[in-house]
């Protein structure tokens, strides 16, 4: 094999635009005419027709006071020519037809707290942008959304825990506050000075279940104590888990974005933590080295975008 067969075309062929101009050159009949129909200055024009000329090593254009002409090399280089810019045409009503379809889905995953609270005004704002695009959500916890944007059933994943799967690349898009609450017959809830991180982790709490991200964040705030204590009630769903503190089983602990309507209508109260920090970050994620792209970019963007 010869050191020219090893060189990439790139070094050997005319670019696309060139092809172009001497298809119109044929066309037309002039190097003006050609470099009009291109959008391009006349001198532009020839010197791309010479450097097309220098690359191949033959004459293709003759130039004359009348006109420009095809030489007989340049009338069967323009025949090669027309073929690779109709399958260079193909490529791109291909390329276009796959944007097409990934535009025209758009499938999302998140953790419970963000599909209730945070979503629903994204979408409602991402349907303004893209009325054409069919959107399908998968609510779960942080694993279950992690998975499933690993095993690519989702373009666009949103978790609340700690930390972020390897595989996945991230982005921070709201800081969020976990809060302790109590019905108001609680004994908790007449305390001025709240509870300590010890007496939290060592009292049965109504919990979300292993693997949401409100889990895992209370699990690592509370680490240093000994973990938690059994818990009174291990709930699989955010409203599940306050109906229960709401009847008096026992405290619980959700996001503040959860709790709004309980807090505001005293159904809860908040009870202070007085010496650990229960801030988190969420954050969306996806496929590492996949950069979100139509839908699931302008869904990421939207999250970004605040009051």
């Not at 973990?227 to 709930?235: D, H, K, N, R």
């Not at 908040?270 to 590492?288: I, M, N």
Request: proline share 6%; charged share 20%.
């Amino acid at each position: 094999m010869g050191n020219e067969e090893r060189t990439p075309l790139v070094h050997r062929v005319p670019d696309l635009g060139a092809l172009e101009l001497l298809l119109a050159v044929a066309q037309v009949g002039s190097l003006s005419g050609a470099a009009k129909r291109m959008g391009i200055t006349q001198p532009a024009a020839s010197a791309r027709i010479r450097a097309m000329e220098a690359r191949l090593g033959v004459a293709l254009v003759d130039r004359s006071p009348r006109g420009s002409t095809l030489t007989a090399e340049g009338a069967l280089v323009t025949d090669w020519a027309r073929r690779v810019v109709e399958a260079a045409e193909a490529f791109d009503a291909g390329a276009q037809a796959l944007r097409g379809r990934r535009d025209s889905r758009l499938r999302v995953a998140a953790s419970m707290t963000i599909a209730e609270y945070l979503l629903p005004g994204w979408l409602i704002a991402l349907r303004g942008q893209r009325p054409g695009t069919a959107v399908s959500l998968h609510a779960g916890n942080s694993a279950v959304v992690a998975r499933r944007v690993l095993a690519h059933e989702a373009d666009l994943g949103f978790v609340e825990g700690l930390t972020v799967p390897d595989g996945l690349d991230s982005a921070v898009i709201a800081q969020d506050r976990l809060v302790v609450a109590v019905a108001p017959g609680h004994p908790w809830a007449r305390r001025t000075r709240g509870v300590g991180a010890d007496e939290l982790a060592s009292t049965p709490l109504i919990l979300r279940e292993w693997g949401s991200g409100t889990r895992q964040v209370l699990d690592g705030a509370l680490a240093g104590c000994g973990g938690l204590a059994e818990p009174l009630l291990e709930l699989a769903s955010t409203t599940a888990v306050k109906a229960a503190a709401v009847s008096g089983a026992g405290p619980c602990v959700l996001s503040e974005l959860a709790l709004g309507d309980e807090l505001a209508a005293r159904r809860l109260v908040e009870v202070p933590v007085s010496d650990t920090a229960l801030g988190r970050a969420l954050r969306a994620v996806w496929p590492a080295g996949a950069r979100p792209a139509g839908p699931a970019r302008d869904l990421l963007s939207l999250t970004r975008v605040r009051p």
